[in-house]
């Protein structure tokens, strides 16, 4: 092919080309105190290293008046494979919120934190601090594998032991290796590394340029579909036998993101690719992710997920290309395994051993202080207190981990002290709803989310308690655009950002993620979202069969009669 009739690569592609394995000049950039911004191409590869320049939007009613520009600042995000954090690593990441962020902790979907806030002056101070925890932000964004997802509870169980090695092992070898190199020049004064012009070599998975866009990984158990695995672009669910381990079904293809008025991109559930072994985990991440390096689509970032080479190739034509290109071992028929749960994790449950952990809920993952509810101050005393170790869900909840029987009444006592409220005192619609952050941070939220889901769950806590459907698990996941951060198109309803204060009505999702829900109407205004979802509630509580959710309900009747029950357009 010519270089007239090659297609045009996206910009993304050639900052990655030129960038000098994620160098490019940020050093320089970072290091310039008369710059609050970095260069489009320094924009791109910070991404990389952990990091988005973003604005502060609730500051633009000002930008009009004289010598007024953007307010410009940064998002840092942790890789935290599985969520896992020591007592000493959790009390720091407290400290930097403090300090160099906006004195809160975020908790992501994808069992990391988030640090909103962060000004162009602290970046280096704020990453050379995480990094002195032992903790990393190397790959928390950027073309190469986000972080690895799998079930963070400390149950006494051999297959979610094992599944938790195996998902520090996957992040550890789809890490970036020059990448490293360069994320230690820039922010931990590392010595400069001199490169040949063999670039290839330096990255033996990724190659120069990465990949043609992020990758997502998780483990997950068939009862217990905490992670979404149907939503990653690559999923490992765990086959047991008499509680060991014997192999995994292996999924791909999945993802979540779409782009209004572009009918060529879409949700998509991950499909079934085949059963491996426990040892060759590593060569199927491996695998898996060299055929989206070589396939995936370079010139169009808004199709370049692994989910689009899965769809536009079709399940035969990509096992057919991953087992005899990029994975070294037999094709073995997916053991057919339903997903048939998803647990919160809420509560004191037994670790084993005389140990225990408590999982809370934290609205929205955002960890802060508010009026009576002290949750970042309660958090910090009972982790310094007790020094107990702390995971993170990817519902966006806390875990408290370690304790003793004598020490649960002293956190019991701590919590009600600080006016943070254990998980069976709160509403299942609150227990079960999340949101992306959106305004203010997010450079592409449409609509609020985060900020607006609070009034939203208090209005669906007065309309399910009208039909009686108070304790009924119901999951709500909002979002402030189609990108789908916090996983709406698989919940039982969705909510997503479509402009000012108007959001697309998703319904008939599933509790447990095994089904991707339906548009039902457009551009709702947000005081008409309760209104017309309370009709389908009332319905659904008298028209249930025994024991049917509501996802189910919803798919049964069907969208005509959706519709028709909220009044939307047929």
Request: glycine share 10%; aromatic share 8%.
């Amino acid at each position: 092919m010519s270089d007239e009739t090659a297609p045009k690569l996206s910009p993304v592609e050639g900052h990655k080309e030129e960038g000098r394995y994620l160098r490019g000049t940020l050093a320089e950039e970072i290091a310039d105190p008369t710059l609050d911004h970095l260069s489009d191409a320094n924009k791109s590869l910070i991404k990389f290293h952990g990091s988005y320049e973003q604005e502060d939007r609730d500051a633009r009613k000002t930008r009009g008046k004289t010598g007024v520009g953007k307010a410009y600042m940064f998002m840092i995000r942790l890789k935290l494979p599985g969520g896992k954090l020591t007592a000493d690593q959790y009390l720091a990441m407290d400290h930097i919120a403090g300090q160099y962020a906006n004195g809160t902790l975020r908790i992501t979907t994808r069992q990391s934190f988030q640090f909103h806030g962060v000004l162009k002056g602290n970046l280096k101070a704020t990453i050379a601090a995480i990094n002195t925890s032992l903790v990393t932000t190397l790959g928390g964004c950027g073309d190469v594998n986000r972080n690895v997802l799998t079930c963070p509870a400390p149950l006494p169980d051999p297959t979610r032991a094992q599944m938790m090695r195996d998902c520090e092992a996957v992040a550890a070898h789809l890490a970036p290796k020059a990448g490293k190199q360069a994320y230690h020049e820039i922010w931990l004064n590392g010595e400069p590394v001199k490169f040949g012009d063999d670039a290839g070599a330096e990255e033996p998975i990724y190659g120069k340029t990465y990949l043609p866009r992020k990758f997502k990984v998780a483990f997950s158990l068939p009862h217990d579909n905490c992670t979404d695995i149907l939503a990653q672009c690559l999923g490992f669910q765990a086959i047991s036998e008499k509680g060991n381990l014997i192999g995994y079904n292996l999924f791909a293809g999945g993802g979540q993101g779409q782009t209004n008025s572009n009918p060529d991109t879409y949700p998509l559930l991950a499909q079934p690719v085949g059963f491996i072994d426990p040892s060759e985990v590593l060569a199927a991440s491996e695998g898996t992710i060299k055929l989206f390096r070589d396939h995936g689509d370079r010139t169009n970032r808004k199709r370049a997920r692994l989910k689009y080479v899965m769809k536009d190739w079709g399940l035969e034509k990509f096992r057919e290309v991953f087992y005899r290109d990029y994975f070294p071992h037999p094709a073995r028929s997916v053991r057919e395994v339903a997903i048939t749960g998803l647990d919160l994790h809420h509560g004191w449950q037994s670790m084993g051993g005389g140990k225990f952990f408590l999982g809370l809920s934290v609205e929205n993952g955002r960890i802060k202080d508010e009026s009576h509810l002290r949750l970042r101050s309660g958090l910090r005393a009972i982790v310094a207190k007790y020094k107990c170790e702390v995971r993170l869900t990817t519902q966006q909840d806390i875990m408290l981990c370690g304790l003793s029987m004598d020490e649960r009444a002293g956190v019991d006592s701590m919590l009600s002290e600080y006016g943070v409220p254990r998980p069976e005192t709160l509403s299942q619609v609150q227990r079960l709803s999340m949101a992306c952050p959106a305004v203010p941070t997010c450079p592409l939220a449409l609509t609020e989310s985060e900020r607006a889901l609070p009034a939203l769950v208090d209005q669906l806590e007065v309309a399910l308690k009208e039909v009686g459907l108070a304790d009924e698990p119901i999951s709500v996941r909002m979002t402030g655009c189609p990108n789908g951060c916090a996983r709406p198109y698989q919940s039982e309803v969705g909510i997503v950002g479509r402009g000012g204060t108007k959001y697309t009505l998703y319904i008939g999702g599933d509790s447990y993620g095994r089904r991707l829900n339906t548009e039902i109407q457009d551009s709702v205004p947000f005081d008409q979202l309760v209104p017309k979802l309370s009709k389908v509630f009332a319905a659904f509580a008298t028209e249930r069969t025994k024991g049917e959710l509501f996802g189910d309900y919803c798919t049964r009747i069907g969208m005509p009669k959706l519709k028709e029950l909220i009044g939307a357009p047929a």
